[in-house]
């Protein structure tokens, strides 16, 4: 089992900056792969970047590549998500996802799932 904890969330303006940080606990971190998915008011949880475990290979979703960057810090059991040039349309409600099995782009790889983090970007 691992719990999932995000924040870092908040309020920005356009073209402003956030950092999310989704702090695990449990055992094994490192052998858990992560991602970040976010969920507009209306629509479907959507797939933004993720991390494997073992290399840290990462992938992004075509719309935040460039600007929004995933990173994991071990020692800390740490996931973040460094979000840069933010747009009116990246708000939404942010999730940390783990999975002990699949690295995958959609929801249903993921076992683990943390509460989300209210991210605003105004015009």
């Known amino acids: 089992q691992v719990q999932l904890v995000e924040s870092g969330g908040g309020l920005v303006q356009t073209g402003g900056s956030l950092r999310l940080s989704c702090a695990t606990s449990?055992?094994?971190?490192?052998?858990?792969?992560m991602a970040w998915f976010r969920q507009a008011p209306g629509k479907a949880r959507e797939f933004v970047a993720r991390i494997r475990r073992a290399d840290y290979i990462t992938s992004y979703a075509e719309s935040v590549k460039g600007r929004f960057t995933i990173s994991r810090d071990n020692s800390k059991n740490t996931v973040y998500l460094q979000m840069n040039s933010l747009k009116p349309e990246d708000t939404a409600v942010y999730y940390c996802?783990?999975?002990?099995?699949?690295?995958?782009?959609?929801?249903?790889?993921?076992?683990?799932w943390g509460q989300g983090t209210q991210v605003t970007v105004s015009s």
């Open positions: 996802a783990a999975s002990n099995i699949y690295y995958g782009a959609s929801t249903a790889s993921y076992n683990y």
């Open positions: 449990g055992r094994a971190f490192g052998s858990y792969n």
